[in-house]
């Protein structure tokens, strides 16, 4: 089901096209990864798919009326001097949501991002994670249908990251719609179904990602019989390079092989990691 579609989408900034010709639909339950360099119109057109700001030509349809969506910009906004308590109580009467409403709901997202003990701290004590945390509530207070986080992992720690990778996926099996940007490929799988690739304001690439193999390690071994390797669990293919056999395994075997292959008398010559999503976004970045 379709929930927004974006038809002929152009954006031009005193005269200088920053979105060109950009057709979309997003679809109820297929959460999306836009994707690109610096500068290829990811944040412009997150903000026209949430109508902060209008195409200078085109049409964004919204399928289901009303149709709520979240929006966590890439900048937190200049409210640092608030509490969380107040910041959010501001934000949500802005969205109109009822008092009585935002009474009952601050507090349970507040627990539930695990920000409950710092309420009533100043927001610009915060570490960037926590801050984060406060744009992902504000954009949460009224369930949205569709959720949009621009960049929502920068900046951040590895297990920051992966705390709201967690969070955002918790989010998804409830039923919103997650639309972000980001580019390291391995959080963003455990994310998105789609990924589309923006490139100076146009669409590179749209794929499914159940469609991109996933990554894989790359063994490359002599001294053992090609006919032996496949028989090792997990092994995905083999190929011979003179006397030197490439072997392309599951990474969640890979331990296993590297030592099936040294007690059965071969010899590592290198170990390395080949991923088709990763290469499929170098490839969309550096040729088109
Ligand atoms: N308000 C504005 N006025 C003029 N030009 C703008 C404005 N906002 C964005 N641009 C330009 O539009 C282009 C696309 O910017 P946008 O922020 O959408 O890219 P992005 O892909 O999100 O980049 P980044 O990854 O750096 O955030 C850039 O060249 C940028 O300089």
Avoid: C, W
């Avoid at 990778?165 to 455990?190: C, N, P």
């Amino acid at each position: 089901m379709k929930l927004i579609s974006l038809e002929n989408i152009n954006k031009t900034y005193s005269g200088k096209t920053v979105i060109q010709d950009i057709s979309l639909d997003i679809l109820k339950h297929q959460s999306m990864v836009f994707m690109g360099t610096n500068g290829a119109g990811k944040s412009t057109l997150l903000k026209i798919i949430t109508g902060l700001l209008l195409p200078s030509s085109g049409r964004v349809i919204k399928h289901s009326k009303p149709l709520h969506i979240g929006y966590v910009p890439e900048r937190f906004p200049n409210l640092l001097r608030f509490t969380p308590l107040e910041y959010l109580n501001y934000m949500g009467r802005i969205q109109g949501i009822p008092v009585m409403e935002l009474e009952k709901r601050i507090p349970i997202l507040l627990d539930r991002l695990a920000l409950s003990h710092v309420k009533n701290k100043r927001i610009d004590t915060f570490s960037k994670g926590m801050v984060q945390k406060i744009g992902i509530i504000q954009s949460i207070l009224r369930k949205p249908d569709l959720l949009i986080l621009d960049e929502p992992l920068s900046g951040l720690d590895i297990h920051t990251q992966n705390e709201l990778v967690h969070i955002m996926a918790e989010f998804k099996d409830e039923g919103i719609t997650i639309i972000l940007t980001y580019h390291e490929s391995d959080i963003l799988l455990k994310i998105a179904e789609r990924i589309v690739i923006l490139g100076e304001g146009q669409i590179k690439g749209d794929y499914h990602v159940k469609d991109i193999d996933k990554p894989q390690m790359v063994i490359e071994t002599s001294g053992i019989d090609e006919q032996i390797i496949h028989t090792f669990n997990g092994i995905l293919r083999v190929s011979k390079n003179g006397e030197t056999l490439q072997a392309h395994a599951l990474q969640e075997k890979s331990d296993n092989i590297l030592l099936e292959i040294l007690n059965k008398g071969g010899k590592i010559h290198s170990v390395g990691v080949h991923d088709p999503l990763n290469q499929l976004i170098m490839e969309n970045y550096v040729n088109k």
